[in-house]
């Protein structure tokens, strides 16, 4: 495989970028191709927003052409598919029939693998779980030929799930849905003043609204730190009629030569996002509920050539208030606000994976442009924030946590190292457990 070229990737937010050799994967049935001089990756559709799918120097197996469905019970709402296949796809064939996924990102435009293997979290972790809860079994296919079967409680399917693509090749999963009436979301919106009135407003919402999620203004201070938007869901009842239709895709055309994003920007967009007349109650097509940025392709362009960071951490209940308040003052003060923050909990089911992201707590999630050593200092200071509430970083989502917090958050990390792959590698991993 010497001669195979080496080409440019990284992910979402378009940093780091890394050079390396493309295979294929078509057939879920042939072996993988065992590179002689380098390591492996499986990258699906490239929505990781870091460095989690990348492997600098070495193979990256490209395993959108493992995109067939294999079986669909519409009775008991149980498919099988392929790794490669988003979650587009399999909606497209779902909803019509009267399902739809138990839980999904905030993007519609991941793999079925790519889920499994960061073991996202949706909007309703506090009733659900995430992803991997609803995984009843997917093969697992090792680079000495080996294929495994892996069902929950199994140390295999406990290592994958969450497991960062190291363990080898998922090649299919079979997931369970939940069932739905149609396309159709009722819809609650509620502005809040401050972090102490979100906290009242979602203790009592999530009682009784499977969905909840909250949008923050990243620019306010005062008496108006963290004030935001509720926002909670449930799918709308047989009878129901709405009006709302899945908006058209948007397009970015171009990278433009230095960041839309900027501070003006920011504060401007914020205030004019969180003093917009919204109705109470509303019914809403699925699409702009869970996937309001999917409308906008290539949306990540927008913040210039040199790309930006997300930066989400959880931290326990007890010490959220405090610990996010901390967090939005310090983003406040620096003047590199985010306008895609997004704030919500996770409940207290048990996580399905040694590297599962989602536990108790509270989360939040951030959009930053990459101003280089100004925006590396700022998370500096949030990673001392986190680290003292004993909160944990999203490596699906980190281009630069230190290793020390990684393995200080993911304490398992030392027994998952006996299940990964020896021809796989990231440069996610050999950041995280390299550093002293």
């Known amino acids: 495989m010497n001669n195979v070229p080496l080409s440019s990737l990284a992910g979402w937010g378009r940093l ?16 993988l191709p065992i590179p002689v001089d380098g390591t492996l990756l499986p990258y699906g559709n490239g929505r990781s927003y870091g460095d989690v799918p990348l492997n600098d120097g070495g193979y990256a197996l490209l395993t959108r052409g493992l995109d067939r ?17 988003t979650l587009a796809e399999v909606l497209e064939i779902i909803v019509p029939q009267g399902w739809f996924l138990a839980v999904t990102p905030g993007t519609r435009f991941v793999t079925l693998g790519g889920a499994l ?5 949706g909007k309703n972790h506090h009733v659900a779980g995430s992803f991997s809860a609803h995984v009843t079994r997917f093969e697992l296919l090792r680079s000495d030929g080996e294929r495994r079967l892996c069902l929950p409680q199994d140390p295999w399917f406990t290592a994958t799930v969450g497991g960062l693509g190291l363990t080898g090749l998922i090649t299919w999963l079979e997931i369970r849905l939940q069932a739905v009436a149609n396309p159709w979301i009722i819809l609650e919106n509620k502005v809040f003043r401050n972090l102490e009135e979100y906290f009242d407003i979602n203790r009592a919402s999530e009682l009784s609204w499977p969905y909840t999620v909250s949008w923050i203004d990243c620019a306010a201070r005062g008496k108006t730190l963290g004030r935001g938007v509720y926002m909670a869901g449930r799918h709308a009842p047989v009878g129901t009629t709405c009006t709302s239709v899945c908006p058209s895709r948007l397009v970015v055309p171009f990278t433009p030569p230095c960041s839309l994003v900027n ?9 004019l996002y969180y003093h917009a007349p919204r109705p109470p109650q509303a019914c809403s097509h699925y699409g702009p509920f869970f996937y309001p940025l999917d409308h906008m392709q290539n949306w990540n362009r927008i913040y210039g050539p040199r790309g930006f960071y997300q930066y989400q951490f959880v931290v326990p209940h007890e010490n959220a208030q405090d610990a996010v308040g901390e967090v939005l003052e310090r983003i406040a003060v620096s003047g590199q606000g985010s306008f895609l923050a997004v704030l919500k909990t996770f409940g207290n089911l048990p996580a399905q994976g040694m590297l599962s992201f989602p536990r108790p707590g509270v989360t939040l999630a951030l959009d930053f442009p990459n101003r280089g050593d100004a925006t590396k200092q700022l998370f500096a200071t949030l990673d001392s924030v986190v680290r003292q509430a004993g909160g944990a970083l999203y490596p699906a989502k980190d281009a630069r946590m230190q290793g020390e917090d990684f393995r200080r958050a993911y304490p398992a990390w030392e027994a998952f190292q006996s299940f990964i792959d020896p021809c796989f590698s ?11």
């Open 263 to 271: 501070t003006p920007v920011l504060r401007t967009f914020n205030f």
């Open 426 to 436: 990231s440069n996610f991993w050999r950041r995280v457990t390299c550093q002293g």
């Open 16 to 31: 780091p970028v890394t050079r390396q050799k493309l295979l294929r994967c078509h057939d879920r049935a042939s072996p």
């Open 69 to 85: 469905f294999i079986a669909f019970d519409p009775i008991n709402g149980l498919l099988r598919a392929e790794a490669g296949i």
């Open 117 to 121: 293997a960061n073991d996202v979290h």
